[in-house]
């Protein structure tokens, strides 16, 4: 089978301060997270806006420092290194692609600029092969013919053509781990699975971990083998991800099934509770679905549930679907 | 199979046509060449009927929003045909007349409206102030008929006195229909109205706006580009692509014997969350660039019917652009595959 | 009305970069956009035109600015002089033509040197954050409290060597820290979109940052911080050379000015020692605000009115509420 994964987060937390210099209070956007990435595999994790998803794709991007925890990246703790050479050997290994294609190409370069910036920086092949190498990676992610394509500025590009360059950015560096922040969510739907095939078929031809971070519950189930879902920080619920979808443990990943539009199914009615998906300010101890949980009882309002496997390879932080013995 | 088809089909004829665009046609006089960002559109919405508009960026669903409402503003203007509300033709109309009719028979609630909201100003303030640009009423008779309103759309009265930024992104887009729905109107145009919104947030929007609708009976023309979205929540649909109506039909008909190329595509692009899971293929290509469309079929690039090899189609599909004809009741689609019905 | 109501906004792809002229010549997009705005081409045609007079100045002026000759002193302008002569009767022409020069390259050099200082130190403050942006913008804080005009005076009148190089440097000094911080300011924003956090990932180093991905999108911000610069500093240095903190030895407008401030030329009734300098100045230093101001309306479309909003406003304010209705109804 293949080696060992690649990349493992520990115990990963990131906090940011809010308020002023009198009233010091921190919203807790990543909260003791804890998965690895193995090759070859896509890891879908979900959630909504302010759950904390994108936070952890910047934080394993090195955009960002953890507040605690580790990301281990062949087994070694990289989250706290500093030394510029170090720091590169990283980035030459872990690549992240954004999730608006309109935002994530500088206006005033050209394409060849982008692809070609990451071989040179990285020294992936001599100066003389750069610009063919640059071509080559514009094939690769299906845009054709390259030395035109090579020669535009990001405007003159659609939003499908921006984000596979974005990809051809990322493979540039032949990395072995490819975080996809939202890559589909802002593109035409029709143009959505043209993105997603190419994750697929760069996962079996190279053997790269993806993380594809999304809302959408479709689409991580076309794409991924397991998932991961979150709510205001934490990871709630994980597993491969049919068996997930099939039997849900946790009532936020319900919640979310039942709100997909499915023209296959007859909708069901969902009710408005109060509370919200982010990452709230100073949590109290206690499950953070509380207020919109159909299924609490005392202790949720306690103790934080922890992260327990009810089912094989499937675990949920729930007291009630999932209780710790 | 869509949950919320209550009438049948032969009874929803009977209802009186409330909008009706025949060969509607609007360009941008952007550049030396115009842009016509709609294209000869024909489209019908009865009293009391949830119409969906589905297309990707682009297609010129947002200017027929637009375009219904007059509020086209240059390098745009309407270029051909009309658009009929209880049969009276609204291009052409004064700027007073026009001004009665909106809000009053036709609203809107706009791609991101929530953001819209002035951010220094009281929600409650802002309400009146909608109100009362369209009618003359006091400001204590406004704030009363907006606290109503709010309670109509499952918000706490007392949130009148809030500002935009203590709501939340919901909250705010139900706060929008809400003043979309001040004047009771017969139709309402909502455009990609859960679009920036959670997938939890914008079932609830969405049954908001099913709940309000079977209530009041306004139509809606929905528009979007998620298809998926349409199939659970309209009566019919329209499929717009390139500024042109290429398919209509009701929504199950649709769903099960979608017959244009494009809505099959559309159609085959949203993987499904339960059962097989197959390689879809989507649609490849993109959008093309409206100030150089293509010519005939304007699909025809992407089509994966469009085949040298077939001349004399290729030659029609190429060059002639395919006219909307009905298959089937209630069923139209332009394309030259399809022949009225005969093969 | 309502703010629900919607501005119509096309976004099409933007227009071809290159727009070829009649002559088939590539233009450069922001030359174009320039000539475009009704503002910025005047400005560009007065600094233009100033800038050519300072070039061809060896040509055209018809004596050495310092000669003197004490019996045409005191002309009102004439063919032969034509702005006249000082009270030592140096030609006034020639003093003007050659002291755009001097005031040119100055305005220019200093409006580099402080913009540049300022570019490099504002961006990879906002950057860097942590240490390296609280020490920049501390720098830039004393800097700003610093009173320009009294430090010039008081540097002035210390400096031993007053020449062009010092001027240049002493300009820039006082004038960095306003564009420095504006400049932070922008890049500040433009540090969290995706394509800058995008180049960090793939491992661009901070400095290659700077330059190459943030500068370029500042571009107009930079320049217009180039032009507030250039008339500053130009005015500036006429004012101390004015005042008699200057290199009197030198030709300028500024010199001009003094010299026919403390030869009381006015009082006199010669009115040319004074008004010809001093129309020079006012010119460049007009060209170069319309400049200025026509490249912020080309940065911000919002700043531009259109030529109707702009009538139907004036109306408004001259003819009341009823006029302005009768105009929209037009």
Redo the contacts between chains.
């Keep these: 089978m293949s080696a060992a994964a690649p990349l493992e987060v520990r115990d990963l937390t990131k906090r940011f301060p809010v308020g002023n210099a009198l009233r010091r209070a921190h919203v807790h956007a990543v909260d003791d997270v804890s998965f690895e990435l193995r090759p070859g595999t896509i890891t879908a994790l979900v959630g909504e806006s302010g759950s904390g998803k994108s936070t952890v794709a910047?934080l394993l991007?090195?955009?960002y420092d953890p507040s605690e925890g580790a990301v281990l990246f062949e087994g070694s703790d990289v989250s706290r290194v500093r030394r510029?050479r170090d720091?590169?050997r990283y980035?030459?290994k872990v690549?992240?692609i954004?999730?608006?294609p309109f935002?994530?190409?500088?206006?005033?370069?050209t394409i060849r600029h982008h692809v070609e910036?990451?071989l040179r920086?990285?020294r992936i092949v001599p100066r003389a092969q750069v610009e063919e190498h640059a071509h080559e990676l514009l094939r690769t992610v299906g845009l054709v013919p390259a030395e035109e394509v090579a020669a535009k500025?990001p405007?003159?590009l659609s939003g499908g053509q921006r984000q596979r360059v974005?990809i051809a950015?990322a493979l540039a560096?032949e990395p072995k781990v490819v975080l996809a922040d939202e890559p589909t969510s802002m593109l035409d739907v029709s143009i959505r699975i043209g993105i997603l095939n190419l994750m697929l078929k760069l996962k079996e031809e190279r053997e790269i971990a993806f993380l594809y971070v999304t809302h959408d519950l479709a689409s991580a189930r076309y794409v991924a083998d397991d998932i991961l879902v979150m709510y205001a920080g934490q990871i709630v619920e994980r597993g491969p991800v049919e068996q997930v979808l099939a039997e849900p443990l946790h009532p936020y990943t319900r919640l979310l099934l039942a709100a997909v539009p499915d023209p296959a199914k007859k909708a069901e009615r969902i009710e408005p509770r109060k509370g919200l998906a982010a990452a709230a300010v100073d949590p109290p101890d206690g499950c953070r679905f509380l207020t919109r949980c159909p299924l609490a009882i005392d202790v949720c309002s306690r103790i934080t549930p922890p992260l327990v496997e009810a089912q094989p390879a499937q675990s949920a932080r729930c007291h009630v679907t999932a209780p710790s013995t | 199979m869509t949950a919320l088809v209550e009438e049948t089909v032969v009874a929803r004829t009977r209802e009186a046509t409330l909008l009706e665009l025949r060969q509607l046609s609007v360009e941008?006089a952007?550049?030396d060449r115009p842009?016509r960002?709609v294209d000869g559109v024909d489209l019908e919405i009865r009293a009391g009927e949830i119409v969906g508009l589905a297309g990707e960026s682009g297609c010129g669903k947002t200017t027929v929003a637009?375009a219904v409402l007059q509020?086209?503003?240059p390098?745009?203007r309407v270029v051909g045909g009309s658009v009929l509300f209880r049969g009276e033709d609204l291009v052409g109309k004064s700027?007073e007349e026009l001004r009665r009719f909106r809000w009053r028979n036709v609203s809107m609630v706009?791609q991101s409206?929530m953001n819209?909201?002035?951010p220094v100003m009281r929600v409650g303030d802002?309400f009146a102030?909608?109100m009362r640009?369209h009618e003359r009423i006091s400001k204590r008779r406004a704030l009363a008929a907006a606290a109503d309103l709010l309670e109509l759309v499952g918000i706490d009265r007392r949130r009148l006195r809030a500002y935009p930024h203590e709501l939340s992104g919901g909250m705010r887009q139900r706060v929008?229909i809400a003043?979309a729905l001040a004047l009771e109107p017969e139709l309402v145009i909502l455009d990609e109205p859960t679009t920036a919104l959670d997938v939890v947030v914008q079932r609830e929007i969405l049954q908001q706006v099913q709940d309000l609708q079977r209530k009041l009976r306004f139509a809606v023309l929905f528009i979007t580009h998620d298809l998926s979205l349409l199939l659970e929540v309209a009566h019919r649909i329209a499929i717009m692509y390139a500024g042109e109506l290429v398919e209509t039909a009701p929504a199950e008909r649709l769903a099960a014997n979608a017959q244009h190329p494009y809505t099959q595509g559309l159609l085959q692009s949203f993987p499904p969350l339960g059962g097989p899971l197959t390689r879809l293929t989507g649609i490849p290509g993109s959008p093309p660039?409206?100030?150089d469309p293509p010519s005939g079929c304007r699909f025809h690039p992407r089509c994966p019917h469009c085949r040298p090899d077939d001349i004399v189609l290729y030659l029609r599909q190429t060059g002639e652009r395919p006219l909307l004809r009905e298959i089937e009741a209630g069923h139209q689609v332009a394309c030259h595959l399809v022949a009225g019905g005969e093969e | 009305?309502?703010?629900?109501?919607?501005?119509?906004d096309?976004s099409?792809?933007?227009?071809p970069?290159r727009a070829r002229g009649r002559l088939g010549l590539r233009v450069p997009g922001w030359l174009v956009l320039l000539l475009r705005n009704r503002k910025s081409r005047t400005g560009l045609a007065m600094v233009g035109f100033m800038v050519l007079v300072a070039v061809i100045a060896p040509l055209i002026s018809v004596a050495h600015p310092t000669d003197f000759n004490l019996l045409a002193a005191r002309q009102a302008p004439s063919w032969h002089h034509l702005f006249g002569t000082t009270d030592q009767g140096s030609d006034i022409f020639s003093q003007v033509v050659l002291g755009a020069r001097r005031s040119l390259l100055l305005g220019a050099a200093a409006g580099a040197l402080a913009t540049g200082v300022a570019a490099i130190l504002g961006i990879t403050a906002a950057y860097s954050g942590g240490l390296v942006d609280e020490a920049v913008s501390f720098l830039t804080n004393v800097f700003l409290t610093i009173p320009p005009i009294p430090l010039l005076v008081v540097a002035s009148g210390y400096l031993k060597n007053r020449g062009m190089g010092t001027m240049i440097v002493v300009l820039a000094v006082v004038l960095w820290a306003f564009e420095a911080r504006i400049l932070r300011g922008q890049a500040l924003s433009l540090k969290s979109?995706?394509?800058i956090?995008?180049?960090?990932?793939?491992?661009?180093?901070t400095p290659r940052i700077v330059v190459a991905?943030l500068m370029?999108?500042m571009i107009s911000r930079i320049a217009a911080g180039f032009v507030l610069v250039f008339y500053i500093a130009l005015l500036t240095d006429a004012g101390l050379e004015f005042l008699g903190l200057g290199d009197m030895t030198k030709t300028s407008w500024g010199v001009t000015l003094y010299w026919a401030q403390t030869n009381s030329t006015v009082l006199q009734g010669e009115w040319w020692p004074f008004f010809f300098p001093g129309a020079a100045l006012a010119f460049t230093v007009l060209g170069l605000v319309l400049l200025l101001a026509g490249i912020d309306e080309v940065s911000n479309p919002r700043l531009r009115t259109e030529r109707r909003q702009r009538r139907r406003l004036l109306l408004a304010l001259v003819g009341g509420r009823l006029a302005a209705r009768a105009e929209a109804?037009a």
């Design positions: 910047r991007a090195r955009l510029r720091v590169l980035r030459s690549q992240i954004f999730q608006d935002g994530s190409l500088n206006p005033v370069k910036r990451p920086i990285h500025y405007h003159e974005a950015r560096v | 941008y952007v550049g842009v960002a637009n509020i086209l503003r390098p745009a700027t706009f409206a819209a909201l002035n802002q102030d909608m640009a929008i003043m660039d409206l100030r | 009305m309502s703010q629900l109501d919607p501005t119509i096309l099409l792809a933007a227009p970069r979109r995706d394509f956090q995008a180049a960090k990932a793939s491992g661009e180093s991905e370029p999108n109804a």
